[in-house]
């Protein structure tokens, strides 16, 4: 069994590595105070999407005209069942948000699962095949990069029809690249290691190479840009949303609700601060957790 020193007067086999690193990434992530705050705020977005039928005060669909541009509860004329107001048709605010958050974070982690499978594999391809096929895959990745990505996918939607698998697929399908980039050049680096000359040597297929002692090796960097990812597709969701051809009027959606408050900012302000706020505090979370996270998986930074 072979053995490693992660520490003067310390000698530990090998197995017992990865243990070590994961203490020292999460003493690293719990000393963070942007980390810790980060973490809290994703949390509570995230329960309150699992539990939006049982903490949304109303039916984020309902419809009163009788209790329409209702202000905030702090306000004068406001009412404590609708705690941020009410919206040109009467829906209650809250709730639309809270329901808004699920379709921000099924979007979000469904269409970095999309690239992540796509960009991993032709990474992975890219980088242990090399010659022709990397030239291939290196080159449909330069020709994706030079199209707009938003306004790649707002073509997409346009043409397929809003839904929610649309945008998912559709923001899926055009961030894969970032992926195949950063997978290829660390397996470049990697197949010409000790481990993976050894791993032929002793006969290992080259399935078996790339998912055994390649793939494990980016985990780090895949694990980061994802985080990031999960952010930069939820401003994507409510881009399109905002532009009329997200997931369409049957789920309630932050950029959605932004749009229809645009044009009501100087009679109720509440209409279109709201789910603003909502899209910062969420991506500013994923942020701060994701950098903070790149920082504590790089043995550079102490």
Known sequence: MSIGTLAPGRVIVASELP???RSRTWRKLSRNPAAIAGALILLIVIAAAVAAPYVAPHDPMRQSLLRRFTPPVWLQGGNPSYPLGTDQVGRDILSRIIY???????????AVAVSLVVGVTLGLLSGFLRG?????????????????????????????????????VVLGLTGWERY???VRAEVLALREKDFVEAARAMGASPMRTILRHLLPNTFSSIIVMSTLQVAQAILQEAALSFLGVGTGSCHP?????????????????????????AILLSVLAINLVGDRLRDALDPRVG
């Open 253 to 277: 959606t932050w950029g959605q609700m932004i749009a229809l408050g645009r044009d009501f900012v100087s009679v109720a302000w509440w209409l279109a601060t709201f789910p603003g706020l």
């Open 180 to 182: 195949t980039r950063v």
């Open 19 to 21: 243990e070590a690193e």
């Open 100 to 110: 808004g958050a699920r379709v921000s974070l099924v979007v979000g982690l469904a």
């Open 132 to 168: 022709r096929v990397d030239a291939v895959i290196m080159t449909v990745v330069d020709v994706t990069l030079s199209f707009p990505q938003l306004l790649l996918a707002l073509a997409f939607v346009a043409a397929l029809g809003p839904s929610l698998a649309t945008i998912i």
